[in-house]
Structure formats: structure tokens, C-alpha cells
Nanobody, 126 residues
Framework: QVQLVESGGGLVQAGGSLRLSCAAS????????MGWFRQAPGKEREFVSA???????DYADSVKGRFIISRDNAKNTVYLQMNSLKPEDTAVYYC????????????????????WGQGTQVTVSS
């Protein structure tokens, strides 16, 4: 069983930065695909970014050029560096993990992930 714990959320003014982290259990973390999703009040959960076991990355168009996903396999941790934050980035951010080397067509679909964290709140003020 894989457990994921997010941290690093908080309140920041527009234009500021935050760095989220997700610590994962498991001895095979280096083979996981890791993803970040977010859910704003009254909206569906949406894809933010993902990083595969081979280091390749995906980003939602809304965050491309502002957010950077990375991983430290020695620490079983994935990071989401969020820069130039906007009020529309306000949401609960969730970490997700997918086991195995084979990948689905899209990593933007939440049903393609096996494990989820509890989420961390990010609030961006005007």
C-alpha cells in the first residue's frame, strides 16, 4: 500500500511562489508516475502536472511556463514549484501515484492513478 502526504500549501499574494511537496511510501517509488491535481470550490478536480519514472513531464496549459514538477527518488518525494501564482490557482492540491512502467494514453485522467494524498490548500489573494 502506498501512502502520500502533501505539504507546502498556504496563503500567498498574486505573483508569489509556493513549493509543494509530496512524500510517498514504498520501496519502488522510482518506478512510479507521480501527478498533481487540484480542485477549486465548486469545480471538478483537474490535472495540473505529472512526472514519469523516466523523468518526462506533462503540464496543463493553464500552468505551463509557471509551474515545474520534479522528483527526488532518494527522498521518495515529488515537488511542484509554483511561480507567478494567480488567484485562479486557488485550490486544494492533491498528489497522486501510478505504479508500473506502462503508461496510459493520458496522465491527465484521475482514474489512471492508483493512490491519492489528502491534499494541501493553496490560496492566492488578489
Amino acid at each position: 500500500q502506498v501512502q502520500l502526504v502533501e505539504s507546502g500549501g498556504g496563503l500567498v499574494q498574486a505573483g508569489g511562489s509556493l513549493r509543494l511537496s509530496c512524500a510517498a511510501s514504498g520501496r519502488t517509488f522510482r518506478w512510479y508516475t507521480m501527478g498533481w491535481f487540484r480542485q477549486a470550490p465548486g469545480k471538478e478536480r483537474e490535472f495540473v502536472s505529472a512526472i514519469r519514472w523516466n523523468g518526462s513531464t506533462d503540464y496543463a496549459d493553464s500552468v505551463k511556463g509557471r509551474f515545474i514538477i520534479s522528483r527526488d527518488n532518494a527522498k521518495n518525494t515529488v515537488y511542484l514549484q509554483m511561480n507567478s501564482l494567480k488567484p485562479e490557482d486557488t485550490a486544494v492540491y492533491y498528489c497522486a501515484a501510478r505504479q508500473g512502467l506502462l503508461q496510459p494514453t493520458s496522465l491527465a485522467v484521475e482514474s489512471n492513478y492508483d493512490y491519492w494524498g489528502q491534499g494541501t490548500q493553496v490560496t492566492v489573494s488578489s
